[in-house]
């Protein structure tokens, strides 16, 4: 009935594949556990001992770097059930229910249910603060409200799908890049893909350093300009290429992209600093893909 998938590159995922084994044994459904280590060079041997211990588990290691996307493809190909639960290895489910969760929505008449993020308030977080903050405010958001535009807030690290569905939409994403999240949500809206999101989220831990998460948050803007530059989508629901987009119709764009080179650096240092304001990190967005765009 269902395969879970997880991807992974130089993570642990012992506890985690521990943890939705033991929800999954309770619920007496046919399933599978499937990873791949994607070239990981950390952790492989950790996890192939902790893994070979539980049936219905394995454990693919490549030992050439696919990326994210191909190695997603890669799982739902070995896949042998119609559902597919993608979880990234930098998640821990919040409850003790969380597969159930998923499996009651299984016949809910939906093709892909997105049960959400979380950040763990009692983590003592020594690096990243600028990742969890921007999570707590931006990320962590109720399912009521992400329903309302259901292709708004797609968080592909927690996600249930129909493997039809996946492999329709995957096989488009022809690009290997951080930000591919709003390609994904981009494809299931064109694709008219019946959406639902609950309240079944996944602690996010995975989080990187200030800078790397200001490197990530501008290569995801350059996936943004392909997007758009290449007619990838003609319908979104990404509110910086909005607002953007209406900045460069009022030729307001000049403007920002000017206050980059004024302002980038003062920003930047506040964002690498150890209490980052992240409503900067929005402006900084909106000046950086300014610059970015204009300097092609």
């Known amino acids: 009935m269902l395969s879970i998938l997880i991807p992974t590159y130089n993570y ?15 619920t007496g459904i046919a399933f599978e556990i499937l990873c791949n280590e994607d070239a990981s060079t950390k952790h492989v041997e950790d996890n192939k001992l902790n893994l070979s211990k539980l049936s219905n588990t394995f454990l693919f290691i490549s030992e050439i770097n696919k990326g994210r996307t191909a190695t997603r493809q890669f799982l739902c190909d070995k896949a042998k059930h119609d559902w597919l639960l993608f979880l990234d290895a930098d998640v821990m489910p919040k409850n003790n229910a969380f597969i159930k969760n998923y499996i009651s929505q299984i016949d809910s008449g939906y093709d ?3 049960g959400g993020f979380a950040y763990d308030t009692s983590m003592k977080i020594d690096t990243g603060i ?15 409200k992400r329903n309302l535009k259901p292709y708004g807030l797609i968080i592909s690290a ?11 939409i995957n096989s488009r994403l022809d690009r290997s890049s951080y930000g591919l999240d709003n390609y ?6 064109g694709e008219k893909v019946k959406v639902l999101h609950i309240n079944n989220e996944a602690f996010h831990y995975g989080l990187e350093n200030n800078a790397k998460y200001i490197e990530k948050a501008e290569e995801a803007i350059g996936t943004l300009l392909w997007m758009r530059d290449k007619k990838k989508i003609t319908t979104h ?7 953007y987009s209406l900045l460069k119709k009022l030729r307001l764009n000049y403007v920002t992209s000017l206050l980059y080179k004024i302002l980038n650096k003062p920003i930047r ?4 600093s150890k209490n980052p ?9 909106l000046l950086y893909i300014s610059q970015k765009d204009l300097s092609k």
Do not use: H
């Not at 642990?12 to 044994?25: A, C, D, F």
């Not at 927690?158 to 329709?168: A, E, G, P, Q, R």
């Not at 629901?237 to 607002?243: A, E, Y």
């Not at 409503?279 to 967005?285: A, E, S, V």
């Open 184 to 189: 994904f949500s981009a494809l299931l809206r």
């Open 12 to 26: 642990k995922i012992s506890k985690l594949v521990e943890e939705i084994y033991k929800q999954l044994s309770k």
């Open 158 to 168: 927690n996600f249930l799908i129909k493997k039809s569905v996946f492999s329709k």
């Open 269 to 272: 240092k506040n964002l690498l």
């Open 130 to 144: 600028l990742r969890w903050k921007y999570g707590k405010i931006y990320e962590e958001v109720d399912a009521k």
């Open 237 to 243: 629901n990404n509110k910086l290429l909005k607002v």
């Open 277 to 285: 304001n992240v409503r900067l990190l929005q402006i900084y967005k």
């Open 112 to 114: 892909a249910i997105f």
